[in-house]
């Protein structure tokens, strides 16, 4: 409940200086006078028409009360928020190749791309994000969804070992478009990371770049790899093998294709790196959200008035009968 003239309420502090000059009065009209002995008084019968010679003043103090709260107006208020969101379809091409293993990123590359991953859908509820793998060949791992719950275990469940070892980064980003080509989203948006050069599929990055322009599809593109060389440590049918991984990739062909589509390429060294690029894409891309705020309100005075206007009359009626001479 909320006042519409809270001010009013201030005026309860009156009822101080009231209550004080009722008690100074009942004082003042007490009769004193001496005597030898009160014993004959002490049995005397008390009716509960003297216990009740205070009523008639507390009503009309309650009276007043109310009153006050009649002026203050009190309000039911019921909020509601309309929103209207224009939010962005995102598909996420993830390289898992061998040299994703590398661990120059902790623990690996591949792990840190999918934890920032995950924050990074985790910070676009209004989305629809999809999630599309690629090595030698490319899958759809999720399609556009908003259920980013299911996304999130899909991710989880990304490894090496999925697909076929290599690099088909035209394939991989040719199956993004064609995820998004029939999408009526405003904005359309890849983020395509890699570590390698392509070496794999039938479709070259830039062909697969300039398909996307065509639908006017923005292409992010992220390179993740150390200046330098690095360890990675992959599961074969012979067991755990450890292989040299340079830190050196295709930067070119990811720069074309993000200059292509009007995107913009990136270059993550570090853990630190990788998570500062995901930050500055999530400003760049964002969601449209307009909210409406509706607001009931109801008044509440009336049953406030009805209780005064019945005390003040119940106070006037046990004044003029029953209590009639008690002062």
């Not at 004080?20 to 019968?45: C, D, H, T, V």
């Not at 309309?82 to 993830?94: F, K």
């Amino acid at each position: 409940m909320v006042y519409a003239n809270p001010g009013y309420l201030y005026l309860l502090l009156l009822l101080i200086p009231l209550i004080a000059w009722y008690i100074f009065k009942l004082r003042k009209m007490q009769a004193n006078f001496k005597m030898s002995s009160g014993f004959a008084f002490e049995k005397a019968p008390s009716t509960i028409r003297v216990y009740l010679r205070h009523f008639p003043f507390l009503l009309r103090l309650i009276a007043i009360a109310l009153v006050i709260i009649v002026l203050a107006r009190p309000q039911s208020v019921n909020s509601s928020d309309v929103s209207n969101s224009e939010g962005i379809d995102i598909v996420m091409a993830l390289d898992i190749s061998g040299t994703m293993m590398a661990q120059d990123f902790s623990p690996t590359r591949l792990e840190a791309a999918k934890k920032v991953a995950a924050e990074f859908i985790n910070d676009r509820p209004n989305d629809r994000i999809g999630l599309v793998i690629f090595g030698g060949e490319s899958f759809t791992q999720c399609p556009l969804t908003t259920d980013h719950k299911v996304l999130l275990n899909l991710l989880t469940e990304v490894k090496f070992g999925m697909i076929e070892d290599g690099t088909a980064i035209g394939l991989g980003l040719a199956n993004s478009v064609n995820r998004l080509k029939d999408s009526k989203s405003k904005s359309r948006v890849i983020i395509l990371l890699t570590d390698g050069s392509n070496n794999a599929g039938q479709i070259a990055p830039l062909t697969a770049a300039e398909l996307a322009a065509s639908y006017g599809i923005r292409v992010y593109t992220i390179g993740i790899g150390s200046r330098g060389t690095s360890i990675a440590r992959i599961m074969t049918p012979y067991g755990l093998q450890s292989m040299q991984v340079s830190g050196d990739f295709d930067e070119r062909t990811l720069t074309e294709i993000a200059a292509i589509t009007k995107g913009q390429y990136f270059r993550a060294t570090d853990n630190t790196s990788l998570s500062a690029i995901y930050d500055e894409i999530d400003q760049m891309e964002k969601t449209h959200i307009s909210v409406n705020t509706v607001t009931k309100r109801k008044e509440l005075y009336l049953p406030f008035a009805i209780l005064a206007l019945a005390l003040v009359g119940l106070e006037l009626i046990l004044r003029r009968t029953w209590l009639r001479n008690i002062p």
